[in-house]
């Protein structure tokens, strides 16, 4: 028996039990509301990875899931729900399936950032178009 569950957290698979774990801690840290590869967001998503690690279900296993692969994981199933939310959408006379846990967790944070992002003042809006423009002009110029 120890060697089987030896062996069998040596392999790390990505299930809906694990998801669901890595969405409650997203969905407590919010990475999402930070600037996508700043500081702060690179902290929080290290933050998640430790907690993740740090679950009963994971502290036997060998192999660690880090910063880069739960930002990642978390990535990958935030499109993968857009992506049915959009068919499912245009399918009709069609009635959907119930959302599981995880599903509805996506739709809360897919909800958050879409207000976020509509809630930046014009101004900020307007900045960082300008600056990215300014950046644009300079690195085709060189």
């Given at each position: 028996?120890?060697?089987?569950?030896?062996?069998?957290?040596?392999?790390?698979?990505?299930?809906?039990?694990?998801?669901?774990?890595?969405?409650?801690?997203?969905?407590?840290?919010?990475?999402?509301?930070?600037?996508?590869?700043?500081?702060?967001?690179?902290?929080k998503w290290?933050?998640?990875?430790?907690c993740f690690n740090a679950h009963a279900l994971f502290k036997s296993c060998a192999s660690l899931r880090d910063q880069r692969s739960v930002r990642e994981r978390f990535n990958r199933l935030l499109s993968d729900f857009n992506s049915k939310m959009r068919k499912e959408e245009s399918s009709s006379g069609t009635s959907p399936p119930d959302l599981t846990e995880v599903e509805t967790a996506l739709e809360e944070i897919q909800n958050i950032l879409?207000?976020?992002?509509?809630?930046?003042?014009?101004?900020?809006?307007?900045?960082e178009r300008a600056k990215a423009t300014q950046m644009r002009d300079k690195a085709m110029k060189t």
């Open positions: 028996m120890f060697i089987f569950q030896i062996f069998f957290c040596s392999i790390f698979r990505w299930d809906d039990a694990k998801d669901k774990i890595l969405i409650r801690e997203v969905r407590l840290q919010e990475p999402y509301l930070e600037r996508e590869g700043s500081k702060e967001a690179g902290v290290t933050e998640i990875s430790n879409v207000n976020s992002t509509q809630n930046k003042p014009q101004e900020v809006q307007v900045s």
